[in-house]
């Protein structure tokens, strides 16, 4: 048995070498993009959306062309063979103002884990499949490039209603979780970077659609309200995504890291809140005011308080955040709730000044905290 089972690894690479090395040099190019996708996708794609995504390719404009779509679903199994297997499941998505359950429809997967742990490994690229070889920073780029091609195609504001999405299968997908393949990406994915900062422009109406879709906001619910997507600037976007080298590529194109507009008021409160920690750091740099006023939390070093961000709690009181605390709630108070009553974190707000008295709402006193 343990003789078989040290035979059993080689024994997989060669079934899979000898079923890549088997796909026609006409669907070769297809067959790669569909195993990016299902090695490094964010949840399971269903057998629509490969479909579509056999028709991007954002070497051209546009980058989504419909005709590509393949008209039939299953040619997705027939190129890729035994390589994958599909499966049905159910699970939420987001529709007008709750989530609701989709019925369960035709997912697809690779077949085995091992069918990943072949392609990323050393060993595939020292053999005849070598052109199928995956590096997961370059298919996040690939993933993200894509997504965004995608979503550029909508310039007409009017286009996206729930009956129109159906007709666009990936659109959901690329809308959601574009921004995580982007963080995912290599640092040099230039070609990633430039074409977020295309979709984030208020000059581009597939921002506000791309918006109305998935409102970075409101990350949970597909948002009808009214002009709330026209406030929010792509600095503010880009910083509550935590996409860094594009919040960069904003500031140095003279981008008002003060601009006020969305949910948090400011880019630095929307970073704050997301622990997006460096890009705190490049926004304190650009000239961001670390204690201004407004939005959902009121200061940026509430936002990191109460969302639980010790670092970025750091970052922000080192930079002179402050806190006059009012209604009973001092910054000892939310330290104990939000940060797990983290006594170093504790001693280092002493150390920098901050009142951490806490109220007795009965007695309405103060005691102090023993550190």
Wanted: aromatic share 8%.
């Amino acid at each position: 048995l343990r003789k078989t089972l040290q035979k059993l690894p080689s024994t997989l690479d060669k079934t899979y070498e000898r079923i890549l090395t088997s796909i026609s040099e006409e669907y070769a190019d297809y067959a790669i993009r569909i195993l990016q996708w299902l090695a490094f996708s964010e949840r399971p794609l269903s057998l629509e959306e490969l479909a579509e995504v056999i028709a991007i390719d954002v070497s051209r404009d546009p980058e989504f062309d419909r005709d590509e779509v393949l008209e039939d679903p299953l040619d997705v199994l027939r190129i890729c063979s035994s390589l994958v297997s599909i499966t049905h499941e159910s699970y939420f998505l987001n529709s007008s103002f709750a989530l609701f359950e989709k019925p369960s429809e035709e997912i697809v997967v690779l077949a085995h884990y091992s069918v990943k742990e072949y392609l990323i490994s050393d060993r595939i690229k020292r053999g005849q499949a070598a052109r199928y070889s995956l590096h997961a920073a370059l298919c996040h780029g690939a993933i993200a490039a894509a997504c965004l091609g995608y979503l550029n195609q909508f310039q007409e504001p009017e286009l996206i209603t729930d009956r129109a999405l159906q007709e666009f299968k990936l659109a959901r997908y690329s809308a959601k979780f574009w921004s995580r393949h982007v963080r995912k990406a290599d640092d040099q994915e230039v070609e990633v970077n430039n074409l977020a900062c295309r979709l984030l422009s208020t000059e581009n109406p597939a921002y506000f659609i791309w918006m109305r879709i998935n409102h970075p906001d409101r990350e949970f619910r597909w948002n009808h309200y009214p002009g709330s997507t026209t406030n929010i600037l792509p600095l503010y976007c880009a910083s509550m995504l935590g996409l860094e080298k594009v919040v960069s590529l904003f500031l140095s194109g003279n981008a008002d890291p003060n601009a006020r507009g969305g949910e948090c008021d400011n880019a630095l409160q929307a970073a704050s809140t997301k622990g997006h920690d460096r890009i705190v750091k490049i926004l304190l740099s650009a000239g961001a005011k670390v204690n201004a006023k407004g939005g959902k939390y009121g200061y940026a070093l509430l936002a990191a308080l109460k969302c639980g961000h010790e670092h970025t709690t750091k970052v922000l009181i080192e930079a002179g955040a402050t806190y006059s605390h009012s209604k009973g709630q001092s910054i000892g108070n939310l330290c104990i709730r939000n940060l797990d009553a983290n006594v170093e974190m504790l001693r280092f707000l002493h150390k920098s000044g901050i009142d951490l008295r806490k109220k007795d709402r009965g007695a309405g006193r103060y005691c102090t905290l023993q550190l």
